[in-house]
């Protein structure tokens, strides 16, 4: 079993459909990171988080520690968040990532 | 520069070449991370720098990939005799501080192709 698990692994949706990406992992972890990646390869940092929620724009993370969960959370998705969406632990005393495997998503106009 | 820059950004290599992989981060910061992401997949982890003491090189996947990052800031991942399994987007980020506080900045990556 992977340390990080997302789901779902592939997730196509209509423009204007809330979206929520799903992360569990088993280890202790210092923070949790969503990250978005592009087609070409980059990666953009989007939250770090150890408690609780944040909020940016129409992007929304929360986090319980408790049950080791995570979820992103898009409101009024469009076609330009399509992309691969990653999850990835720091543990505690590591400065090492580790990455779920990702979500692709697709939206449709 | 303002951001994690890799070079590279695609390398298309013959089985049994050498290649060099360059990673220049933002400047000042102290903690430099290789990943190695195959097709599909999520990175995995491959090697991490403090300043320029390698402590960390348990992900690397053979004797055949070394890294260096002399001067602290630099930094080349190099890949010997390069085999069909090690294509894949070999990804550079860089961290302000030893612990990651102040999060993490992400290269575009280096896509390697051997054929």
């Known amino acids: 079993k992977n340390e990080v698990e997302q789901s779902p692994q592939n997730l196509t949706a209509q423009e204007g459909e809330f979206i929520t990406i799903n992360c569990s992992y088993s280890?202790?972890?210092?923070?949790l990171h969503w990250l978005q990646q592009h087609p070409g390869g980059g990666i953009v940092s989007l939250f770090m988080?150890?408690?609780g929620k944040k909020k940016h724009g129409r992007l929304i993370a929360t986090i319980n520690i408790q049950e080791k969960h995570s979820s992103l959370h898009i409101t009024a998705s469009h076609p330009r968040d399509s992309a691969v969406y990653i999850c990835?632990?720091?543990?505690?005393?590591?400065?090492?990532?580790?990455f779920g495997q990702g979500t692709r998503l697709t939206i449709n106009p | 520069g303002a951001g994690v820059s890799q070079s590279p950004r695609y390398k298309v290599a013959k089985r049994g070449q050498d290649v060099a992989l360059r990673c220049d981060p933002i400047?000042?910061?102290?903690?430099l991370f290789w990943y190695q992401q195959a097709l599909g997949q999520g990175p995995e982890f491959l090697t991490y720098?403090?300043?320029?003491?390698?402590?960390?090189k348990s992900g690397l996947p053979s004797d055949r990939f070394f890294a260096e990052r002399p001067e602290g800031s630099v930094s080349t991942l190099k890949i010997q005799r390069t085999q069909q399994e090690d294509s894949a987007v070999y990804l550079c980020?860089?961290?302000?501080?030893?612990?990651?506080?102040?999060?993490?900045?992400f290269g575009s990556g280096t896509r390697l192709t051997v054929v």
């Open positions: 980020a860089s961290s302000l501080y030893v612990t990651a506080r102040a999060g993490y900045t």
């Open positions: 280890v202790g972890i210092s923070a």
């Open positions: 988080l150890s408690s």
């Open positions: 990835a632990v720091g543990g505690k005393g590591a400065q090492k990532l580790v």
């Open positions: 400047s000042g910061h102290v903690s």
């Open positions: 720098f403090q300043n320029e003491a390698q402590l960390d």
